[in-house]
């Protein structure tokens, strides 16, 4: 595609309940990262993967998120037991092997109730 | 570690002004530096970046940013802001030699005023 794509772009869910991020990398990058963006604030690292693997995910807040990769493009944030407090927007970005840039989605927002 | 010092969260300019955007870092590493700008509705864009060489960076758009070691700074100016200047800027720095896990200040919102 044109761009990261993320879908959906809004989310609404009730506390204690599963849900399913998804993002689509630009075609060919093989660096996929995930990042968390509260209120006024600025982007925060969640996990990045090169290729098929997490190569970092110290960002990840606690056991309740995990992210997956399989085939080394598209992949999936999945919180369980959500929380009100893990209400934001989740940005999705891609860069290919070796790349400088980070090439960022527009984010799908979470709202938990 | 590395941290992102925005000083200001939000800066009101009146159109065709000089504007400056101030960042500061932290790191015990050597670092990249990175300016991304959200406009509304839109996803982050990279506006420019320091990776080495020439201590002043440019973008396509008429902003620079200066890397200043001794400072740990990396401002970001435009010497006439426009309208479509409007927007959220991103000071990020990254500890590897790419995109990878940047840590990003906390924003500054510009708005320019006609």
């Known amino acids: 595609g044109a761009g990261v794509s993320q879908t959906p772009s809004n989310k609404v869910t009730e506390k204690g309940k599963y849900v399913e991020l998804r993002c689509d990398p630009i075609?060919?990058?093989?660096?996929l990262y995930w990042y968390r963006q509260s209120l006024g604030q600025g982007p925060e690292f969640l996990i990045y993967?090169?290729?098929?693997?997490?190569?970092?995910d110290s960002g990840l807040p606690n056991d309740r998120f995990f992210a997956v990769r399989p085939e080394g493009s598209v992949s999936t944030l999945k919180i369980q037991r959500t929380e009100r407090g893990d209400s934001a927007v989740y940005l999705c970005a891609s860069s290919p092997a070796g790349g400088t840039e980070a090439f960022f989605g527009q984010g799908t927002r979470l709202t938990v109730v | 570690a590395q941290s992102v010092t925005q000083l200001d969260s939000q800066v009101p300019v009146f159109e065709e002004a000089p504007v400056e955007l101030r960042c500061n870092y932290s790191?015990?590493?050597?670092?990249?530096l990175f300016w991304y700008v959200q406009y509304p509705n839109q996803g982050l864009q990279l506006l420019l970046k320091?990776?080495?060489?020439?201590?002043l960076v440019e973008s396509i758009n008429g902003f620079e940013a200066e890397f200043n070691k001794s400072q740990t700074s990396f401002h970001l100016r435009k010497p006439s802001v426009h309208i479509s200047d409007t927007a959220e800027y991103f000071c990020a720095v990254s500890a590897g030699s790419g995109a990878q896990k940047l840590v990003f200040g906390q924003g500054t919102r510009l708005t320019i005023n006609p």
């Open positions: 075609s060919g990058h093989t660096a």
């Open positions: 790191s015990s590493v050597s670092v990249y």
């Open positions: 993967f090169q290729g098929t693997g997490a190569a970092d």
């Open positions: 320091y990776l080495s060489g020439s201590t």
